[in-house]
């Protein structure tokens, strides 16, 4: 019953942790219309967030996560 337990708790927390992808992108797309980057970051920052967006879609969460973090960093959020 205990094993039971921790592996639903796992599959919520994996499944909380993959809606939070939309989150994200909405964050930097917030961010992106006021960030002062150089035009080259900024092209790097778009190119994280569409793949992020890609990974999301393909079920690829973690890896979405990963993109949009990185993309989050640049832009200082």
Excluded: Q, W
Excluded at 62 to 70: C, P, R, T, W
Aim: hydrophobic share 50%.
């Amino acid at each position: 019953m205990k094993k039971l337990l921790i592996a639903a708790l796992a599959l919520t927390s994996a499944a909380a942790f993959a809606h939070n992808c939309p989150n994200e992108m909405k964050a930097i797309d917030a961010k992106m219309s006021t960030a002062k980057l150089a035009d080259a970051d900024m092209a790097k920052v778009k190119a994280l967030r569409a793949d992020g967006e890609t990974m999301h879609k393909a079920g690829k969460h973690d890896d979405s996560m990963k993109a949009l973090g990185e993309a989050k960093k640049m832009l200082g959020i």
